[in-house]
């Protein structure tokens, strides 16, 4: 639920309250044709679309991977 919301706060909200650390996406996954049809303004696509929010910092992946991934900071 937290991919389709538009507000990133509650994917932060859902993070913490998991004690996730890290997040961790990958834009060519079959998945990602459903967020982005249904929930084209949700908190997956802006990733995707590379609107990363304050409280998430890039981690570095090697050269050619296909995922995106970040560490919660906030």
Excluded at 21 to 37: F, H, N, Q, R, V
Aim: aromatic share 10%; net charge positive.
């Amino acid at each position: 639920h937290a991919f389709r919301n538009a507000d990133p706060a509650v994917a932060h909200a859902v993070m913490r309250r998991h004690g996730a650390t890290l997040l961790l996406i990958c834009p060519g996954m079959s998945e990602s044709t459903i967020y982005a049809s249904e929930a084209k303004k949700g908190f997956y696509m802006q990733l995707n679309r590379g609107k990363v929010p304050a409280w998430l910092a890039p981690v570095p992946l090697p050269k050619g991977s296909p995922f995106k991934l970040w560490r919660l900071v906030g």
